[in-house]
């Protein structure tokens, strides 16, 4: 099996910066693309930021040029760097990863979420 687990999330001030962290385990073989979403209540569940293996990254319009995403390849870890925080960024973010299991079969993962909190 494998699994996402994240970190770093929290309470922040409106304008301030926070790392989120998710580090992937299990029987892995390969992390294919890598990447972070996150979900507001009622919401449907959005892409902020996603990297390829080779460090290609995208990004939601919404956080261009605050965001920025990143990754470890060796640690099995992606990372998304948030700075400018807004009230609006306030919500769950998840962290999403297409892994190559060492039985050969691929599969989707997502993290448990972790909350971010910008207050005013």
């Known amino acids: 099996q494998v699994q996402l687990v994240e970190s770093g999330g929290g309470l922040v001030q409106a304008g301030g910066s926070l790392r989120l962290s998710c580090a992937a385990s299990g029987t892995i073989f390969r992390i294919n693309a890598m990447g972070w979403y996150r979900q507001a209540p009622g919401k449907e569940r959005e892409l902020v930021a996603v990297i390829s293996s080779g460090g290609s990254a995208d990004y939601a319009d919404s956080v261009k040029g605050r965001f920025t995403i990143s990754r470890d390849n060796a640690k099995n870890k992606v990372y998304v760097h948030k700075n400018s925080l807004k009230t609006e960024d306030t919500t769950v973010y998840y962290c999403?990863?297409?892994?190559?299991?060492?039985?050969?079969?691929?599969?989707?993962?997502w993290g448990q979420g972790t909350l971010v909190a910008v207050s005013s």
């Open positions: 999403n990863a297409g892994i190559l299991r060492t039985n050969g079969r691929s599969v989707e993962v």
